[in-house]
């Protein structure tokens, strides 16, 4: 899964970078705290240093980095508060948008798209990967709503998310259960069953929060 598209890049090498750094994010290979080395990456991609500050710049924009003036730039940590924020409006936004979906059992793509998701969840072994993944499942949840509003205002949270999401899927056991919920979600839509849908959707957050906090706090 790709990010960083939306950037009007000349240099390719910029996006390349940032997706690196935004996995090692999220692998937790980098930690809140942890100094973006300019140099290191600088070596790493054979190149200058000018697409590494441009990778930089794309994720302090985007919330993941924080760069501090004559010091460099760093991982941003969140504190429990940002992180139950954070995960209140992703679930507001779900719930809001699942107020407005109707007959979903007869959104066939969209099914498709979740059936086919869930089934690259079940092979998945890789962390990160599963993270991207189920970002994207429960941003086609938001499309069944069929609100451009509401999908622009979750893609616009979509990096923290994922970082929130990395430390709530660092424990294997937090990963098969996302895979039963995520089976239920896609159940509960085919079958038209919008209030067990609702609610299994309050309890998947609570579940990050939950985790998230034990993880970290």
Same mark, same amino acid.
């Given at each position: ?73 760093? %991982?941003?940590?969140?504190?429990? &508060?940002? =992180?139950?924020?954070? @995960?209140?409006?992703?679930?507001? /936004?779900?719930?809001?948008? +699942? ?49 451009? %509003?509401?999908?622009?205002?979750? &893609?616009? =949270?979509?990096?923290? @998310?994922?970082?929130?999401?990395? /430390?709530?899927?660092?424990? +294997? ?45």
């Amino acid at each position: 899964m790709e990010f960083f598209l939306n950037y009007p890049l000349d240099n390719a090498l910029s996006r390349i970078v940032a997706e690196k750094i935004l996995e090692q994010i999220l692998n937790g290979e980098l930690k809140p705290g942890d100094k973006i080395v300019e140099g290191a990456y600088a070596e790493m991609f054979s190149t200058s240093r000018s697409p590494i500050r441009e990778a930089i710049y794309m994720l302090a924009t985007e919330g993941l980095l924080e760069r501090i003036p004559r010091k460099g730039a760093f %991982v941003k940590g969140y504190t429990l &508060s940002e =992180i139950q924020d954070l @995960l209140d409006i992703r679930n507001n /936004i779900e719930l809001l948008s +699942a107020k407005r979906i109707h007959e979903p059992h007869k959104k066939k793509d969209l099914l498709a798209e979740l059936k086919s998701m869930l089934r690259d969840m079940e092979k998945c072994t890789n962390q990160t990967q599963y993270v991207q993944l189920n970002y994207a499942y429960h941003y086609t949840i938001i499309k069944f709503s069929e609100s451009s %509003v509401l999908e622009g205002v979750y &893609s616009k =949270i979509s990096f923290p @998310l994922l970082r929130i999401q990395g /430390i709530h899927f660092s424990q +294997a056991e937090t990963i098969e259960k996302s895979k039963e919920e995520h089976r239920k979600i896609y159940e509960y839509l085919k079958a038209n069953q919008m209030d067990e849908f609702i609610e299994l959707l309050r309890h998947h957050t609570e579940n990050v929060i939950f985790n998230v906090s034990k993880t970290l706090f």
